[in-house]
């Protein structure tokens, strides 16, 4: 029996500009997606999770896994109303799995999910990408946001750097960059004001990577033995990018990280979402070592890749052509979806904006449809090379 990808796109839901049938055009088999519409915290229930699924499935596509049930800043604080929070997740995971949903990505970052500088780096071909550049970003921090303890976190030689970024600046690149970094997650429907995340900043002001790490792993001691119950196995997203921005803690970046989480609460329905864009933010992750080391608990695998420009800039590259080794990290997962027997979802992370997208405008930062088509049939023709060099059928042949 043949062991590979459930080869899928990310869907936000029925105002993507990406349609399901868009969708099911690309070769992909399900999607990935979430009851975006329902604020965090609260119960989805039974009656919503079925419509929602009701909607994908008509359209001939699959939907396994959740991406995300989002966690509360309460709970992660362990203030407020935590308490309520956490049983309404429990109440989530039952309904989810009620309704057929085995895969629930989430993540632990405090205040902003995700972090950009441009969403609209301009490649050598024409086509545009994300990027991270670090010394915009203090720049911001330090004379847009005026980060409370920004300048004493910097050494000299960083200050300067950002002080010289900062005073090159047209009022529309610095306007152009608050936007970017306010966007939240692309798909989300919603963005951050400067006073919400000053707020959001003081609310963590006493709250370092170890109490923070804590507040995950009493998160995790409540909700896996129910998502053990209910058959449902979590997969915790890293952060993105995987280093420490405006001060705040990162608990998820590297192998340590998640070894901690895994000795804390050993059950298999702890588990991963392996994305290899993210991972690979951080220079000294080895993300082949990592899929082997922690192969049983993978249930989710985002595959893309960045490449660095200097020790301070990276863009999301090619799904083929970046700091990441596909074709060996490919070749490791499907070693492992055969020695597990099972055919773990896999989605193309992000995509490149290429000639359709930008012509039409139509498109979710990240989310390009031809991008991520590109990307998926890159990684498609990459895994069956392997699985059919790997593995031969009852006859002996290819």
């Given amino acids: ?150 300048k004493t976190s910097l050494t000299e030689e960083a200050y300067r750097m950002a002080e010289e970024r900062f005073r090159s600046m047209q009022e529309a690149d610095k306007q152009r960059m608050l936007d970017v970094i306010l966007s939240g997650i692309p798909g989300e ?78 059950s298999l329905a702890n588990g991963i979402c392996f994305c290899a864009g993210s991972l690979s933010s951080n220079p000294g992750n080895d993300l082949l070592e990592m899929s082997r080391h922690f192969a049983d608990r993978i249930h989710f695998v985002h595959l893309r890749g960045t490449q660095r420009l200097s020790p301070y800039q990276f863009y999301e590259a090619s799904h083929l052509d970046s700091s990441v080794d596909m074709y060996q990290l490919v070749r490791s997962f499907v070693e492992i979806m055969h020695r597990r027997e099972i055919c773990l979802p896999m989605r193309p992370d992000h995509g490149h904006h290429l000639f359709g997208d930008l012509d039409n405008k139509q498109f979710l930062y990240g989310y390009s449809l031809l991008g991520r088509m590109k990307g998926l049939a890159e990684l498609r023709g990459l895994e069956t090379g392997i699985e059919r060099s790997l593995y031969k059928d009852e006859s002996g042949e290819q």
């Fill in 189 to 266: 429907g919603k963005s951050f004001t400067i006073d919400y995340v000053k707020d959001q900043l003081d609310k963590y002001r006493h709250i370092d990577a170890a109490t923070l790490r804590q507040h995950l792993i009493l998160f995790l001691e409540e909700i896996i033995p129910v998502a053990e119950e209910a058959g449902i196995r979590m997969a915790l997203h890293p952060d993105d990018p995987s280093f420490s921005v405006l001060g705040l803690p990162r608990i998820v970046t590297c192998e340590n990280d998640y070894r901690l989480l895994a000795e804390a609460v050993p």
């Fill in 1 to 150: 029996m043949r062991f590979h990808f459930e080869q899928s796109l990310r869907w936000f839901g029925p105002h993507d500009p990406a349609t399901l049938q868009d969708i099911r055009q690309t070769g992909a088999s399900a999607v990935i997606t979430a009851l975006h519409h329902i604020p965090v915290g609260e119960v989805w229930s039974v009656d919503e999770i079925q419509r929602y699924k009701q909607n994908i499935t008509s359209s001939g596509l699959a939907w396994h896994v959740v991406e995300s049930v989002n966690v509360h800043e309460d709970i992660k604080r362990r203030t407020g109303n935590y308490r309520q929070y956490i049983e309404n997740y429990k109440t989530t995971l039952r309904n989810l799995a009620a309704c057929g949903i085995d895969v629930v990505t989430y993540n632990f970052m405090p205040v902003l999910d995700w972090v950009r500088t441009d969403l609209g780096y301009t490649l050598e071909d024409g086509s545009t990408a994300m990027y991270f550049d670090q010394i915009d970003f203090w720049a911001f921090e330090l004379f847009v946001l005026q980060r409370e303890g920004a």
